[in-house]
């Protein structure tokens, strides 16, 4: 009976941890330098997602060829279709949304975030004008110690690549060709958004992260971010185990005298 119990507690912690990680939330707290949206129905940005020519458009969003329907959420939010359960959040579009980097804006960027101990960070990205695969160098700054850099960590090809990726957080897009203010220019719906997964080395898990600066290192195009998600476990859920946990071994003390 003692042993069944047990298990039981067990198999409980397991499914509410299970359940707590299918919710990510956004840590981002200020960075952003640009506005690359056009907010429907008939909003402006402040630079451009690749070299001063074209920008993303909210659904709704009325260029002078039609009406925006392949383009970024009303909500501000979406569902990676990586399949891994994030939900990216974007600033709001009429507002700094991007942390751009690179063609116009500097090479590089930091992002504050909530302070607090993480173990994979999942950030939405993009590059512009750069025909190929852009990569940065990703800095995790912490509350004490020496930050640390991860060599190329973030995947960020051009939003016009078509890459064919599982790293494809949003595809389909449309985006505004803004010399005419016409949706694409060529008809097409290929525009991307991707997913750098990065997962903190043995080191620096249990430190406390302050801040993310990310160095535009290879390539002439310019490099934007747009959000850093976690899979936070609630500290309900870990108190919930504790106890349950706490509980079976106090029964089984209890017994064992």
Not at 192 to 202: G, I, K, R, W
């Amino acid at each position: 009976m003692r042993k069944t119990y047990l298990v039981i507690i067990g198999l409980l912690a397991v499914m509410f941890w299970t359940g707590a990680a299918q919710a990510s939330t956004s840590i981002v707290t200020g960075g952003f330098n640009e506005d690359e949206v056009l907010a429907a129905p008939s909003g402006s940005i402040t630079r451009a997602v690749d070299a001063n020519y074209a920008a993303w458009a909210e659904n709704g969003y009325m260029a002078s060829n039609g009406t925006v329907t392949a383009g970024l959420p009303v909500s501000g939010s979406f569902i990676s279709a990586t399949g891994d359960g994030i939900t990216y959040r974007f600033q709001p579009y009429i507002a700094d949304n991007a942390l751009r980097m690179g063609n116009g804006d500097p090479s590089f960027g930091t992002m504050m975030v909530v302070p607090g101990k993480y173990s994979t960070l999942y950030i939405l990205d993009t590059s512009g004008s750069t025909f190929g695969v852009l990569s940065s160098n990703i800095t995790l700054n912490f509350a004490s110690g020496p930050s640390s850099t991860y060599a190329s960590a973030l995947f960020a090809p051009d939003w016009y690549h078509t890459y064919t990726s599982s790293q494809v957080a949003l595809g389909g897009l449309q985006r505004i060709v803004l010399s005419n203010n016409s949706i694409n220019g060529d008809g097409a719906i290929d525009f991307q958004l991707y997913e750098s997964v990065l997962n903190l080395t043995s080191a620096d898990l249990g430190r406390t992260l302050v801040s993310v600066t990310f160095n535009n290192v290879a390539g002439s195009g310019a490099t934007s971010v747009y959000d850093i998600e976690v899979v936070p476990l609630p500290p309900t859920v870990l108190l919930l185990g504790s106890g349950l946990l706490g509980l079976g071994g106090l029964r089984f003390w209890r017994k064992r005298s």
